[in-house]
Every structure is written in C-alpha cells, then in structure tokens.
C-alpha cells in the first residue's frame, strides 16, 4: 500500500533523482591491494569508535559491502566533524575534503579518501549526492534554526537521505522506486538524532526542531536552555517522535526492492535506531539530564525479530 506524497516529498524526490541523470566515467583507483586494505581497516577502526549501532548493523552485510558501507560512514564522519572548527576555517576545510574525496586518484596516505573513492568506483554511486552532503553539513555553518517542517526535512535529505541513497547503490537494488523509501527513512533517521541530541545541539547554538511547531505547543527555546520538562514539552515530543515513527513505519517496506543479502542489516540500521524514539518516551522526554540509547543487550536481543521481518520482504510491504 502507497501512501500519497506529501510538498516536501515531491521536492526531495526530485533532489534525490537528479544525481541519477549526471552520468560520469567511473575510473578505477590506482593503490596497490595492501594499501587498499589498510585504508578500509582505517574506515572500520573509525566505524566502531563512533557509531555502535551501524558498526553492528553494517557486520551483517557480506564482506564486500561490509568494508564499502563503513568506507561511506568514515567519509560521513569526517565531513561531518568539520563544522566543529570556527566558521572560516570549517568553510575552507569542507571544500578542500569535496576536492580531496571526489578524485579519482587520491594520495595513498589519505585512507578516508582512498577507500571512499574506491567504493564510489566499485559501486558506481553518482558523485553528487556526495556533493548533496557535504553542501547540507555546510549549511550547519550558517543555518541555526528552521521555521517548518518541510525546511528541516530538506535538510534531513542532505545529510541522512542522500548516505541512504548511497547506500543503496552499495547494498544494490532493483530501480528507481527504492527512491521515496531511501529518502523517507534518512529523513526518519535524521530526526531521531536531532530529537536525541537537542540538548547537544542547544549547547552548539542550534535548534534542529520546526520553530512553527513548537510556538503551536508552547514550547520555547527557553525551555531548551533550562531543560524544564512540563506537559506541554512532552506532548510536543510525542508529535515529534508520532511523526518520525510514522516515516520509518513508511520507509521499511522499501527494504523489499533492496538485494536480499542487504536487507537485514538495513533492517537493523532503522529498527534499532526507531527503539531510540521509544526510550525517549520512556523518559518523559527528557533529553535534557540524559542521552537516549538502547543499550547492546537489547540491540542482540531485537535482532532475530528484525531477522524474521526482513527475510519476509519480497517486494511487498513488511
């Protein structure tokens, strides 16, 4: 069952094809196989230190595809770590990374760079949805504050879908109808995290929530600053967190048009990541005093059911 687009869909819809129709010659990277290798070894060790959850999910893939979606972490990672330097230099930085990222042949001691253009060859992933994230990490540097929905859900599009979307290409899949749920479960992802880190993010000079929304909740920043739980910080929380379960209840039967070897660790990568929105609300909402997670216990413990839904999909809805 489809449900209908909404404004913003339709925008990043047309985002998300763009990339499809810029066709460029893919040329193998020259780097001898050892130095290849400790390059992804390199993009692994970064994998495992920052994020638990992908390093878990992403084990599930075969080898293969394993090394590329870690190489894709470790290239989202150091792009992403890049706005945490003062302004000026966090802009000349970013463009000196696009440059040092999309050649073809990058030096043999940039291991970042080295596995990422590897995969990027190995997997013909479109060189601009690449240039899609690394422009919506720039915007950190200059937007702090969105006013709806629709402006942070392209937002959400540059810096989680478009990992989705390449992604996609890693773990393979059937055609161009994978699109809508790539890009409905980046923006799932990405509002999971900006609901998790509100805190962090206050304390950076940025709210990542509708200012629209939370003036109709009567909620204000204030209330960021001070961490004060009331009733009607937890009621806009829970339309926050109703919202993003409804996008991955959206996006999970696009896990059908992947390469049945990818859709269990996709499967994981969302679902375990969708449990977050649920120990958020076990804790009133409060993202002030703690950081929501689920621990690893629970992960293992979630994983065979995610097993089950994933090996189940066959084109149909989960």
Not at 79 to 104: F, G, I, K, Y
Not at 113 to 137: E, N
Request: with cysteine.
């Amino acid at each position: 069952m489809t449900t209908p687009f909404l404004s913003w869909e339709h925008r990043l819809v047309s985002l998300a094809r763009a990339p499809l129709e810029h066709k460029h010659e893919h040329i193998a990277v020259k780097a001898d196989r050892a130095t290849l290798q400790r390059a992804y070894a390199h993009c692994e060790r970064v994998t495992q230190e920052h994020s638990k959850t992908f390093y878990l999910a992403s084990g599930l893939l075969p080898y293969r595809k394993r090394r590329a979606i870690r190489a894709l972490y470790a290239f989202c990672r150091t792009t992403d770590d890049m706005v945490d330097r003062p302004q000026a230099a966090a802009v000349e930085s970013l463009e000196v990374w696009r440059q040092r990222t999309l050649l073809e042949h990058p030096e043999p001691n940039d291991p970042v760079a080295l596995a990422w253009a590897d995969t990027l060859t190995s997997f013909r992933i479109p060189k601009l949805y690449a240039h899609q994230l690394i422009d919506g990490v720039a915007q950190d540097l200059t937007v702090h504050r969105y006013r709806t929905f629709d402006e942070l859900a392209e937002y959400s599009y540059r810096v989680a879908s478009t990992v989705g979307l390449m992604s996609m290409h890693i773990t393979g899949f059937v055609g161009p109808e994978a699109i809508p749920y790539a890009i409905k479960l980046g923006v799932a992802l990405q509002l999971t995290n900006i609901l998790r880190d509100i805190r962090e993010d206050w304390d950076s000079g940025r709210v990542y929530l509708p200012q629209d929304e939370m003036a109709s909740f009567g909620v204000s920043e204030q209330d960021i600053a001070t961490g004060r739980l009331s009733d009607r910080w937890l009621s806009f929380i829970r339309f926050q967190v109703q919202r993003t379960r409804r996008l991955y209840a959206e996006a999970l039967p696009g896990v059908a048009f992947l390469h049945p070897d990818g859709r269990f660790a996709i499967s994981a990568a969302a679902e375990l990541y969708r449990a977050i929105l649920d120990d958020i609300l076990a804790h009133q909402g409060d993202v002030f005093s703690r950081r929501a997670y689920v621990d690893r216990w629970e992960k293992l413990r979630r994983l065979p059911g995610i097993w089950w839904r994933a090996t189940r999909s066959n084109g149909s809805a989960l």
